[in-house]
């Protein structure tokens, strides 16, 4: 991280730091305050599954597909009131084709609910959607160089950046696949429009071309600084077509740093207590939620355990100091405290258990490297790694372990794609995530809906030595590199950036704008009625995110399809037309995605 920026750079990025019509109509709105939308942890049998395939690939026909195409289920977890929600993922002669997938959802007898679809494969094959021509209408599959060419050249690149003693995490690996390489192209009618007037509407993405390419996913660590990337090779010829960062970030007493005297769940075994919390979470590495100590090196290291059950002594740590002394076990209060309230609110508010909606327990590891400004979800571990900060404190604040667990939920869902303006949306998710946990926290962290007050909007706050949010909610514009609203250089922009304009978004949805043009909270792109818009609640507000980020959303949305299924997701949740409805197209006006609407009277 680049301190003077403010930036959550990679690792710490990821601190705060993968359409069709709908098959039926949408469900008629269903109570949302207060009642938990998923359902619990179950998954389709291999025979439901098998026969979802079949429906989808009897539709080919009908999206002008040849039967070249094809899909294959990618993942699932649980959806809404007893549904299940599938990802099936694009195929063309049995290669994925990246970007491009189906996510359905289907009730208890394997009926096709809804579909939400990107679709980046039309262009592949003779069929009727193919705009392409010739050039792709035989796309061909075979590789001209084995895959581990295009491992060695994604590993030169990291070590051309790390260093050549940088170290496998884990050993690199490659998928054979088809890369659509993507332009944006205005639509009809904003052909003319200045450059500074577009609208995020104005633009969309359209595939230019193919490319047979390896995914290769390298996983290295240099020193305390871990180099996790996913690079495009070209199956071909070796190049790099594209690359981006991997990295996204019995009760017991303890003294945390931030929070006072805190409740913390641990267990008790063979004379000691362990950082070990046996109500949340079932298997994973340590068989439930898990605190550990790295003590000063880059490795999880060992469960925290402790001969009496009360911990820590509020204080940031000393460096150099013991790991496992009262001051040493704070870092492991903050953690565990964190976690805790993270798992608690998406439990208890919408019914998601832990990161993958299946229970599977995660763990945090503390003390991570020495003096570390940083903090990150890892994906190979589905764990989280905290560090004690040089420049910042200690950086196991509950926002930030909510932004972390964040990504752990992006990445079993939506698995948004780190890059662009899906990465960018990546991002927000997870700061949307760690104010939400931050509000359900400081209520007590009990309850089945999110408050409405007690986040303080603003990201880090309490981890910054100098006072200074990482970043601000409601202005991002405030940090000097973010910007307040959407343009179309905003896909170019680092992914802890392009999140401001869907940050004020949120904000805007749960909390309004206000009318002083000289105030933080205005909006030059609310023209309709009222001026300042009303907010939804920080309740319904992050239901509906929820909603649309785990049942809707693809690994390539980008904010104009964002706009458009958080616009289903409210509906779906309080009907067409709602206000809550109206609130989202305003909150995306608000941030030039989309037109303004007029609120309707009270």
């Given at each position: 991280m680049k301190l003077p920026t403010r930036l959550l750079a990679t690792p710490l990025g990821v601190l705060i730091a993968s359409s069709c019509a709908a098959a039926a109509p949408p469900a008629a709105p269903t109570?949302?305050?207060?009642?938990?939308?998923?359902?619990?942890?179950?998954?389709?049998?291999?025979?439901?599954?098998?026969a979802l395939v079949s429906k989808l690939t009897q539709g080919r026909a009908a999206r002008g597909l040849d039967n070249n195409h094809g899909f294959t289920v990618a993942q699932q977890?649980?959806?809404?009131?007893?549904?299940?929600?599938?990802?099936?993922?694009?195929?063309?002669?049995?290669?994925?084709?990246?970007?491009?997938?189906?996510?359905?959802?289907?009730?208890?007898?394997?009926?096709?609910?809804?579909?939400?679809?990107?679709?980046?494969?039309?262009?592949?094959?003779?069929?009727?959607?193919?705009?392409?021509?010739?050039?792709?209408?035989?796309?061909?599959?075979?590789?001209?160089?084995?895959?581990?060419?295009?491992?060695d050249a994604a590993v030169g690149a990291t070590l051309a950046a790390a260093g050549p003693d940088a170290t496998h995490v884990t050993p690199p690996s490659a998928e054979l696949l088809i890369y659509p390489v993507m332009k944006s192209e205005r639509v009809a009618g904003a052909a003319a429009k200045p450059e500074e007037e577009l609208n995020a509407l104005d633009v969309q993405d359209v595939v230019d071309h193919y490319e047979l390419a390896y995914l290769v996913r390298t996983r290295m660590v240099r020193g305390d600084h871990p180099y996790y990337h996913d690079t495009i090779v070209s199956a071909n010829d070796g190049?790099?077509?594209?690359?981006?960062?991997?990295?996204?970030?019995?009760?017991?007493?303890?003294?945390?740093?931030?929070?006072?005297?805190?409740?913390?769940?641990?267990?008790?075994?063979?004379?000691?207590?362990?950082?070990?919390?046996?109500e949340r979470g079932t298997g994973g590495t340590y068989g439930a939620m898990a605190i550990t100590n790295a003590n000063g090196t880059s490795n999880a290291g060992k469960m925290y355990t402790h001969t009496e059950n009360t911990w820590g002594d509020g204080r940031q740590y000393i460096r150099g100091g013991s790991t496992l002394d009262a001051n040493g076990q704070t870092a492991a209060v903050n953690a565990m405290w964190g976690l805790m309230n993270t798992y608690d609110a998406l439990?208890?508010?919408?019914?998601?258990?832990?990161?993958?909606?299946?229970?599977?327990?995660?763990?945090?590891?503390?003390?991570?490297?020495?003096?570390?400004?940083?903090?990150?979800?890892?994906?190979?571990?589905?764990?989280?790694?905290?560090?004690?900060?040089?420049?910042?404190?200690?950086l196991g604040s509950v926002d930030v372990i909510g932004h972390e667990m964040g990504h752990g939920v992006t990445a079993a869902t939506s698995s948004l794609v780190y890059s662009g303006e899906s990465g960018g949306l990546n991002e927000s998710s997870s700061d949307i995530g760690g104010e939400v946990v931050e509000a359900y926290a400081r209520a007590g962290g009990k309850?089945?809906?999110?408050?409405?007050?007690?986040?303080?909007?603003?990201?880090?706050?309490?981890?910054?030595?100098?006072?200074?949010?990482?970043?601000?909610?409601?202005?991002?514009?405030?940090?000097?590199?973010?910007?307040?609203?959407?343009?179309?250089?905003?896909?170019?922009?680092?992914?802890?950036?392009?999140?401001?304009?869907?940050?004020?978004?949120?904000?805007?949805?749960?909390?309004?704008?206000?009318?002083?043009?000289?105030?933080?909270?205005?909006?030059?792109?609310?023209?309709?009625a009222p001026a300042a818009m009303t907010g939804i609640g920080t309740d319904k507000a992050f239901r509906i995110w929820f909603k649309a980020n785990t049942t809707k959303f693809t690994s390539s949305t980008n904010y104009a399809d964002a706009r458009a299924k958080m616009v289903e997701a409210a509906q779906e949740l309080y009907g067409a037309g709602s206000r809550e409805a109206i609130a989202v197209q305003r909150a995306y006006a608000a941030i030039n995605v989309g037109a303004d609407v007029d609120e309707p009277a009270p």
């Amino acid at each position: 991280m680049k301190l003077p920026t403010r930036l959550l750079a990679t690792p710490l990025g990821v601190l705060i730091a993968s359409s069709c019509a709908a098959a039926a109509p949408p469900a008629a709105p269903t109570p949302a305050v207060g009642t938990p939308m998923m359902s619990a942890p179950a998954a389709q049998s291999v025979s439901a599954t098998a026969a979802l395939v079949s429906k989808l690939t009897q539709g080919r026909a009908a999206r002008g597909l040849d039967n070249n195409h094809g899909f294959t289920v990618a993942q699932q977890h649980p959806g809404v009131q007893g549904t299940q929600v599938v990802r099936a993922a694009h195929t063309y002669k049995g290669l994925r084709v990246f970007g491009s997938e189906s996510v359905v959802v289907v009730d208890a007898q394997g009926s096709i609910v809804s579909e939400s679809a990107s679709e980046r494969r039309l262009h592949l094959g003779r069929g009727a959607a193919n705009r392409l021509g010739a050039a792709t209408a035989d796309f061909r599959v075979k590789p001209s160089m084995p895959p581990k060419t295009a491992i060695d050249a994604a590993v030169g690149a990291t070590l051309a950046a790390a260093g050549p003693d940088a170290t496998h995490v884990t050993p690199p690996s490659a998928e054979l696949l088809i890369y659509p390489v993507m332009k944006s192209e205005r639509v009809a009618g904003a052909a003319a429009k200045p450059e500074e007037e577009l609208n995020a509407l104005d633009v969309q993405d359209v595939v230019d071309h193919y490319e047979l390419a390896y995914l290769v996913r390298t996983r290295m660590v240099r020193g305390d600084h871990p180099y996790y990337h996913d690079t495009i090779v070209s199956a071909n010829d070796g190049r790099i077509l594209d690359r981006w960062s991997a990295l996204q970030t019995v009760i017991g007493v303890g003294k945390s740093q931030y929070n006072g005297e805190v409740p913390i769940s641990t267990t008790f075994a063979d004379g000691s207590y362990r950082m070990l919390d046996p109500e949340r979470g079932t298997g994973g590495t340590y068989g439930a939620m898990a605190i550990t100590n790295a003590n000063g090196t880059s490795n999880a290291g060992k469960m925290y355990t402790h001969t009496e059950n009360t911990w820590g002594d509020g204080r940031q740590y000393i460096r150099g100091g013991s790991t496992l002394d009262a001051n040493g076990q704070t870092a492991a209060v903050n953690a565990m405290w964190g976690l805790m309230n993270t798992y608690d609110a998406l439990k208890n508010a919408l019914g998601w258990h832990s990161l993958d909606g299946k229970n599977t327990a995660t763990y945090i590891a503390v003390h991570v490297n020495t003096a570390y400004d940083n903090a990150y979800y890892s994906d190979t571990c589905r764990c989280m790694f905290i560090g004690d900060g040089s420049s910042f404190n200690s950086l196991g604040s509950v926002d930030v372990i909510g932004h972390e667990m964040g990504h752990g939920v992006t990445a079993a869902t939506s698995s948004l794609v780190y890059s662009g303006e899906s990465g960018g949306l990546n991002e927000s998710s997870s700061d949307i995530g760690g104010e939400v946990v931050e509000a359900y926290a400081r209520a007590g962290g009990k309850g089945e809906s999110i408050p409405l007050n007690g986040n303080d909007w603003m990201l880090g706050t309490e981890i910054a030595r100098d006072g200074q949010p990482l970043r601000w909610m409601y202005r991002p514009s405030k940090d000097g590199s973010s910007p307040d609203a959407w343009s179309s250089s905003l896909k170019r922009l680092d992914v802890h950036y392009s999140s401001g304009p869907n940050n004020r978004m949120f904000y805007f949805l749960a909390m309004g704008s206000k009318a002083d043009k000289a105030g933080d909270y205005y909006s030059k792109y609310l023209v309709k009625a009222p001026a300042a818009m009303t907010g939804i609640g920080t309740d319904k507000a992050f239901r509906i995110w929820f909603k649309a980020n785990t049942t809707k959303f693809t690994s390539s949305t980008n904010y104009a399809d964002a706009r458009a299924k958080m616009v289903e997701a409210a509906q779906e949740l309080y009907g067409a037309g709602s206000r809550e409805a109206i609130a989202v197209q305003r909150a995306y006006a608000a941030i030039n995605v989309g037109a303004d609407v007029d609120e309707p009277a009270p």
